[in-house]
């Protein structure tokens, strides 16, 4: 929401080529979350991180990568492994401690 | 992993009161039961969270019986902004060490109120 930035919001991409997707947070979260959507599917986890310069795989982690170089950032590739990339990406964080997430506004990306 | 099951789909009209029910039968001693909104094209917004009993905010109230089996979300007198796709999730986010209990999220209940 207001204090996490996920762009772009669409991006198209040429089948093999890898992608990256920006997530940025100005709420000082520790913890920060990946997930991809499709139609009519709930959300389901890729990465996550809980501190900087470390991050856990989710439950769908293969053909994707990140990295938490900084806190406020964790950026997600979709490289070329990824047989069905065309999705809709959510970034989201929480603080430490709590149970509420808080989620940007998505990327959707058309992979061509 | 706790699995919930709610409607797929709920209909209402205007200033009506909306419950949506949502089955969790094998959440554990420490699971939450949360409650998000999702508009369509946009990230999920949290609407209210609770562990038993029951718990109101502005926005809605959840009502959790004593054997927390099956949860209530109540939107009292829902508008046309409302409709929107309600998601029930039992667990914790995976964020504290060694959880094993991560949120699953299911299809959601899409509502639709209408004029």
């Known amino acids: 929401d207001g204090g996490i930035t996920q762009s772009p919001k669409y991006l198209f991409r040429k089948e093999g080529q890898n992608v990256t997707l920006s997530c940025e947070q100005n709420?000082?979260?520790?913890?920060m979350y990946w997930y991809r959507q499709d139609p009519g599917q709930g959300l389901r986890l890729i990465y996550y991180s809980q501190i900087v310069n470390d991050f856990q795989k989710g439950d769908i982690a293969e053909g994707y990568s990140v990295s938490r170089e900084k806190k406020e950032s964790f950026p997600l590739t979709v490289t070329s492994a990824q047989k069905n990339p065309t999705a809709f990406y959510l970034c989201a964080t929480a603080p430490r401690g709590d149970t509420e997430a808080f989620f940007g506004q998505g990327t959707r990306l058309t992979v061509v | 992993l706790a699995k919930t099951t709610q409607p797929i789909s709920m209909d209402s009209y205007e200033g009506q009161e909306v419950n949506i029910t949502c089955s969790h039968n094998n959440i554990a001693t420490n699971d939450y039961i949360t409650w998000y909104q999702q508009f369509p094209s946009q990230g999920p917004r949290f609407i209210i969270q609770g562990y038993k009993t029951k718990v109101t905010n502005e926005v809605a109230s959840l009502f959790i019986p004593a054997d927390r089996k099956s949860s209530t979300l109540s939107l009292p007198r829902v508008s046309l902004s409302d409709t929107a796709v309600y998601y029930c999730?039992?667990?914790?986010?995976?964020?504290?060490?060694?959880?094993?209990?991560?949120?699953?999220w299911g299809l959601g209940t899409s509502l639709a109120v209408n004029p």
């Open positions: 999730l039992v667990g914790v986010l995976p964020f504290h060490a060694g959880n094993n209990r991560k949120l699953i």
């Open positions: 709420l000082n979260h520790d913890a």
